[in-house]
């Protein structure tokens, strides 16, 4: 049947402010949550990571929270500039404690699209 | 450093045919996944290779198939082609796996005609 695009959540703003992305992660037993960027024509590009024993984590003008009792992970940028445009997604993995060994899945949100208008 | 290549960068097939994609990871990681990226279902895993053993599969049919050489280098087979097939195919790898964050090629654009 004819396939139906997911409907990216958009994030507007001006040149200079902060943004906020929100994301709701599904599996309670993920302990490694990254977000990455991706610009059209490139693959996603690595921003921030935080494992489950920390609340916070800040990287230059990026700064992410993770919500374990809701299940909420939230990347800030701060000073938002136009060559941030781009889709952000946030990418859980659901077995990184799994007998201390990665299998190297990750599960991702479908994206937010952040535009920022100079 | 070199980053992860994925050859080629795009490819047109036509239903029924076979497609052999190639990703070299970062010199130095073991870990390689493949994800299928298409509009309508995002990002998908489709599995993962480590010292070429495959430990993680995905929720594909058995048409894809990949495989990691003693190099680490990665190969993912798509069999018997399908329209829905079309997609930006994304590798990734990591020095462990997915927990010490992935560094992503370009990916393949393929088009299935």
């Known amino acids: 049947g004819e396939s139906v695009g997911l409907h990216l959540p958009t994030l507007s703003v001006q040149e200079g402010d902060n943004s906020i992305i929100n994301c709701a992660y599904s599996n309670s037993a993920s302990d490694y949550f990254i977000w990455y960027k991706q610009e059209s024509g490139k693959g996603p590009q690595f921003i921030i990571d935080?494992?489950?024993?920390?609340d916070k984590r800040q990287g230059q003008r990026v700064t992410v929270l993770l919500n374990k009792t809701v299940k909420h992970l939230s990347l800030q940028i701060a000073a938002t500039q136009p060559g941030d445009s781009a889709v952000y997604f946030c990418?859980?993995?659901?077995?990184?404690?799994?007998?201390?060994?990665?299998?190297?899945?990750?599960?991702f949100g479908q994206g937010t699209i952040l535009t920022v208008h100079p | 450093k070199a980053g992860v290549t994925q050859t080629p960068r795009y490819l047109i097939k036509t239903r029924g045919q076979q497609v052999t994609l190639s990703c070299s990871p970062i010199?130095?990681?073991?870990?390689v996944s493949w994800y299928q990226q298409t509009p309508g279902q995002g990002l998908q895993f489709l599995f993962e290779?480590?010292?070429?053993?495959?430990?993680n599969k995905g929720n594909f049919p058995g048409r894809f198939s990949g495989r990691q050489f003693s190099n680490s280098r990665s190969e993912m087979n798509v069999s018997t082609l399908e329209l829905g097939d079309s997609a930006l195919y994304l590798c990734?790898?990591?020095?462990?796996?997915?927990?010490?964050?992935?560094?992503f090629g370009s990916g393949t654009r393929l088009t299935v005609v």
């Open positions: 290779y480590f010292s070429e053993t495959q430990r």
């Open positions: 935080i494992r489950s024993n920390m």
């Open positions: 990418a859980e993995n659901p077995q990184a404690n799994a007998g201390g060994t990665s299998y190297g899945k990750l599960t």
């Open positions: 990734a790898s990591s020095f462990w796996g997915a927990n010490y964050g992935y560094t």
């Open positions: 010199s130095g990681h073991r870990s």
